[in-house]
């Protein structure tokens, strides 16, 4: 069974930066499409960002474009979730999941799309 451990959050200041990891195990995570979503309080989960397993594409949401940065190493079965220029509506916990490579990363990100259950995720914070 596929499982990751999420970490990198903590309490930053509007403009900062924080790099998340998602180190995957139980199963070589190469085969699926990695994807970070965050859940505010009171809100539903929401795709952040997605990387494919096969040619490395990637999705933003509209609201991180240009701000966060996805990549992978495989080698490490870990992937990364680069975020700068945060904001206080970047606030909540982030989650890392996977899904087959059988839809794009666009649609598993949109639809939230995950095999399995949420981990438990790391805390990101943003306040002066």
């Known amino acids: 069974q596929l499982q990751f451990t999420e970490s990198g959050g903590g309490l930053v200041q509007p403009g900062g930066s924080l790099r998340l990891s998602c180190v995957a195990s139980?199963?070589?995570?190469?085969?699926?499409?990695i994807g970070w979503f965050r859940q505010a309080p009171g809100k539903e989960h929401e795709g952040v960002s997605c990387?494919?397993?096969?040619?490395?594409?990637?999705y933003y949401a509209d609201s991180v474009k240009g701000r966060f940065t996805i990549s992978r190493d495989n080698a490490k079965n870990t992937v990364y979730l680069q975020m700068s220029n945060l904001k206080p509506e970047d606030a909540a916990v982030y989650y890392c999941a996977a899904n087959p490579p059988y839809t794009t990363v666009q649609v598993m990100c949109r639809q939230i799309l995950r095999l399995g259950s949420w981990g438990q995720g790391t805390q990101v914070t943003v306040s002066s």
């Open positions: 990387i494919g397993s096969q040619d490395g594409s990637t």
């Open positions: 139980g199963l070589p995570s190469d085969y699926y499409n």
